[in-house]
T-cell receptor, first 115, second 114 residues
C-alpha cells in the first residue's frame, strides 16, 4: 500500500523568509510525486512533480522540491515566501507499479505567511 | 483552455435524500476522477474512469454511491440515500491517460447533509 505523511498541520513563516513544507512517502516500487496547493473555496492547483531525472524539481510560483530516495522525502521549498503563498498544501504519491495508478494524498499542511 | 467544470457549487440536503453532481473534464483528457475531501483531510479517491470504463472504484461506497461516464466525456456522481457523514467537498479531476501526468481539478461541490 502507498501512503503519504505531512508531519506538520501548520507552518508559520514571515514574509521574505524561506518556506519549507515537509512530506515523506511510502511505496513498494518507484514513486511519482506531486505537490498541489488549495486556496479557499477552490480546487487543487498543480505546483510541481517528480517523475524521474534530476532530484531537484522546479515548479510554479517559485516553488521547488527535492526528491530524496534514501529518506523517502519530497519536501517543498520556496526561498522567499509571500503573503499570497498562504494556503493549504498537499503532497501526493503514485506507485508506478501499483495497479490502477491511484494517487494518494497526504493530510495537508496549512501555510500562513505573515507580513 | 477551459478547466474542469463542476456543478452545482453548493448543495444542502437532508439525510436520506438523494443528490447528484456533474463534472465536465478538460477536452481530450481520457481519465476522470472523483474525490471526496472531508474537512481537514486530503482528498480521497472514490472512482477513476479511463474513457467510459472504471479503472478503480475500490473506495466507493457502492451501497449508496454510484457514478457513470457515458460517452467517455462528462460524468455524474450520485448519492442515494445521503448520510450525515457524506458532508464533504466532492472534487472532480481529469488528466491525460499516462499516469505521469498531473491531474487538473475542478472547483468542487460542497455538500452539507443535515
Amino acid at each position: 500500500a502507498q501512503s503519504v505523511a505531512q508531519p506538520e498541520d501548520q507552518v508559520n513563516v514571515a514574509e521574505g523568509n524561506p518556506l519549507t513544507v515537509k512530506c515523506t512517502y511510502s511505496v513498494s516500487g518507484n514513486p511519482y510525486l506531486f505537490w498541489y496547493v488549495q486556496y479557499p473555496n477552490r480546487g487543487l492547483q498543480f505546483l510541481l512533480k517528480y517523475i524521474t531525472g534530476d532530484n531537484l524539481v522546479k515548479g510554479s510560483y517559485g516553488f521547488e522540491a527535492e526528491f530524496n530516495k534514501s529518506q523517502t522525502s519530497f519536501h517543498l521549498k520556496k526561498p522567499s515566501a509571500l503573503v499570497s503563498d498562504s494556503a493549504l498544501y498537499f503532497c501526493a504519491v503514485r506507485d508506478i507499479k501499483a495497479a490502477g495508478n491511484k494517487l494518494t494524498f497526504g493530510g495537508g499542511t496549512r501555510v500562513l505567511v505573515k507580513p | 483552455e477551459a478547466g474542469v467544470a463542476q456543478s452545482p457549487r453548493y448543495k444542502i440536503i437532508e439525510k436520506r435524500q438523494s443528490v447528484a453532481f456533474w463534472c465536465n473534464p478538460i477536452s481530450g483528457h481520457a481519465t476522470l476522477y472523483w474525490y471526496q475531501q472531508i474537512l481537514g483531510q486530503g482528498p480521497k479517491l472514490l472512482i477513476q474512469f479511463q474513457n467510459n470504463g472504471v479503472v478503480d472504484d475500490s473506495q466507493l461506497p457502492k451501497d449508496r454511491f454510484s457514478a457513470e461516464r457515458l460517452k467517455g466525456v462528462d460524468s455524474t456522481l450520485k448519492i442515494q440515500p445521503a448520510k450525515l457523514e457524506d458532508s464533504a467537498v466532492y472534487l472532480c479531476a481529469s488528466s491525460l491517460w499516462d499516469s505521469s501526468y498531473e491531474q487538473y481539478f475542478g472547483p468542487g461541490t460542497r455538500l452539507t447533509v443535515t
